[in-house]
Every structure is written in C-alpha cells, then in structure tokens.
C-alpha cells in the first residue's frame, strides 16, 4: 500500500512556463484535495474533489486548474508559473470527509 | 465564513511538563475534529481526531477535549518528550463532502 503518492518531488521552473503536479492514491477514496504550504505558514487549500466527476475551488485556486482523471488520480495544472507560487504542494485523500491523508509534496520554486 | 482560530502560534514547554494548545471554531455545524503533527520538512499526519457526540479521547500521553456549547477544543500532550517538538493543526469540518477548515498551526518547542 503506497498511499498517497505525488511527482515530482522537486521542481524549478522560470516564470510563465507551465506544469502538472500528478498525485494518486491507493486506498480507495473518495475525496482528493491539493493544499499549498508556504515557508513557516500554515496549508491552504486550492482545489478539491468531493467525488469522481467532481471538483470545487478552495481558498486560492487562481492561477491554477485540477483534473479528476478517475477515482484514483487528481492533478493540478499551473498554467503560466508566476514566482509567487514558489511553495510545497501537498496533495491528500480522505474519505467520508474524515481522515486526511498526505503526500510527501511537490517543492516548487518559480524564478 | 466558517473560521477556526488556534493559540497560541509559538508554545516553548520544558521537557517532560504538559502542553495545551486551543482552537475556537465559528460552524456550529461542524462535528469532526482531527489534530495533525507535521515535523520539519514531512507530511502532516493525524495524530488524534474526535467527533461531536464525545467530550474526550485519549491515546496515551495525548488527549483532545471538545466543548460544543464555546465552541472550541484542545490538544493535550503530558510528559513532553524531545520528538514532540513539531508544528501542529487543529481542523474542523462538518463531515463527508466538506473541507476541513484549518487552524494557522502551533509550532512546539520541547526545551532539554
């Protein structure tokens, strides 16, 4: 049982360029959830899916797009990298809305 | 809009002493409370959870209470050990299809 499982690990990217933060989970879940967590702050959700087919802002979605591709992946899409989204990117799943599980996260720094 | 507050945002115990950290929820609807660890640089991870219709749970040295009728709850940890230091979120949420609402974290400080 992997989990929750994110890639890539690390990334640099230069402002304007565009990427996809890939997160899937094993557990059969049915809710995912991409948070971001600046330096010393606390986590801030971006974008969340309830259910397969489904998918609601959070507290900062701009500048950023998900896709539910099926039950066991949810991605995030940064379309045009700006420096202000140099931050770690968690990606979690919960079931029932309950217990929340972590990925290892995403480190991107935007130049 | 739903709001949970948690105090304080820095909390330095002397090893082995207790530790309390507080957060004050604003839903009323809300029932499910989950309290996370993260340790530098890792994942957050749940460490205890309650639900409204429980005033207390306990899991060895840490306990969380409840009190609905103010509205918010806490994180007890006794015996404070070194692996304790950590940040810590208190969350709450009204349950299936609904987010978790975070606190802004507690950074705790175990002194030798």
């Known amino acids: 049982n992997a989990g929750v499982t994110q890639t890539p690990k690390f990334q640099v990217l230069k402002t304007g360029q565009s990427m996809t933060l890939q997160c899937a989970q094993d557990?059969?879940?049915?809710?995912m959830y991409w948070y971001r967590q600046d330096p010393g702050m606390g986590l801030r959700l971006i974008y969340y899916?309830?259910?397969?087919?489904?998918?609601d802002k959070g507290e900062v979605p701009n500048g950023y797009n998900v896709s539910r591709l099926n039950k066991r992946e949810f991605s995030l899409r940064l379309e045009s990298a700006a420096p202000s989204q140099t931050s770690v990117y968690f990606c979690?799943?919960?079931?029932?809305?309950?217990?929340?599980?972590f990925g290892p996260g995403t480190r991107l720094t935007v130049t | 809009g739903e709001n949970v507050e948690q105090h304080p945002s820095t909390l330095s115990v002397q090893e082995g002493d207790s530790a309390v950290i507080k957060c004050t929820y604003s839903?009323?609807?809300?029932?499910?409370f989950p309290w996370y660890k993260q340790e530098l640089g890792k994942r957050p991870q749940l460490i205890i959870d309650?639900?409204?219709n429980v005033g207390e749970k306990k899991d060895q040295r840490i306990a969380v209470t409840l009190n609905k009728t103010a509205k918010h709850f806490s994180l007890h940890i006794t015996e404070t050990q070194p692996e304790d230091s950590a940040v810590y979120f208190c969350?709450?949420?009204?349950?299936?299809?609904?987010?978790?609402?975070w606190g802004a974290g507690t950074k705790l400080i175990i002194k030798p």
């Open positions: 979690a799943s919960s079931e029932a809305g309950l217990e929340q599980y």
């Open positions: 557990m059969n879940h049915n809710s």
């Open positions: 899916s309830a259910s397969e087919g489904t998918t």
């Open positions: 839903d009323s609807a809300s029932n499910y």
């Open positions: 309650i639900r409204s």
């Open positions: 969350a709450a949420s009204k349950g299936s299809n609904y987010q978790l609402i």
